[in-house]
């Protein structure tokens, strides 16, 4: 999974350090992980086989983990 800096910096709002990347990613594993499962069931691959995680990947995410559990959009 490759996930660029600039998801990092729409998520937390500032350009992050290398740290404060790894820590927003293991403080939100459950929801990257389920947009990688979601683009995986897609067949949404890069050329060379990897997942690339976009903001726009992890803002639909949350939309449908909203629906999911039967809450308003």
């Known amino acids: ?32 992980e389920l947009v990688v499962e979601r683009k995986l069931r897609r067949r949404q691959l890069t050329a060379d086989g990897n997942v690339e995680l976009t903001s726009r990947d992890l803002r639909e995410g949350k939309v449908g983990e909203r629906i999911a559990l039967g809450a308003p959009r």
């Open 1 to 32: 999974m490759r996930v660029p800096q600039q998801v990092f910096r729409r998520l937390l709002g500032h350009a992050p350090t290398p740290q404060e990347c790894l820590e927003a990613y293991h403080l939100q594993r459950t929801r990257f």
